[in-house]
């Protein structure tokens, strides 16, 4: 019936079937972008809060050439703590929205945050979402 779309399967229905199927009902988190322009009119993306890149993509390796450092380096394993911090560097700056959620991790981000060398306005600009996803729950010693 509900492959000859005769009948609509209710939520828990949905579920059942996605789960014989492999799969869950997912949350995606909604990401609404800005962009601004820095001085000589370059543009930079921001959000309006951070999101989480799935196992194994925030620590895969990127091809991209060092945009802000000036260096050779076009290579980035973001398994590496420096490497990781340097393409952030990188795409915070000089990426694109789709770059920036393809490859910067939430979680990740918060943890290099302070160690990030970025210009000021960009700083700015992802300075609330940055604290908003940093500011964690606080547990007692007996909380679930």
């Not at 951070?50 to 091809?63: M, Q, S």
């Not at 980035?76 to 560097?89: G, M, N, P, V």
């Not at 920036?100 to 600009?125: F, H, T």
């Amino acid at each position: 019936m509900y492959e000859r779309r005769r009948k609509v399967p209710m939520l828990d229905v949905a579920e059942r079937l996605m789960q014989a199927a492999g799969a869950d009902l997912g949350m995606v988190t909604t990401v609404v972008w800005e962009v601004d322009f820095r001085p000589g009119l370059k543009t930079f993306w921001y959000p309006n809060r951070l999101w989480r890149v799935e196992v194994p993509g925030c620590f895969d390796t990127v091809r991209m050439p060092d945009l802000v450092g000036h260096s050779e380096q076009d290579e980035w394993d973001l398994r590496d703590r420096t490497d990781r911090r340097r393409l952030y560097e990188n795409l915070l700056t000089e990426g694109d929205q789709h770059m920036i959620m393809r490859w910067v991790d939430g979680a990740l981000l918060v943890d290099a945050w302070s160690e990030l060398v970025l210009p000021e306005k960009i700083r700015a600009a992802w300075e609330p979402a940055v604290a908003a996803a940093s500011t964690g729950r606080s547990h007692g010693v007996f909380d679930a």
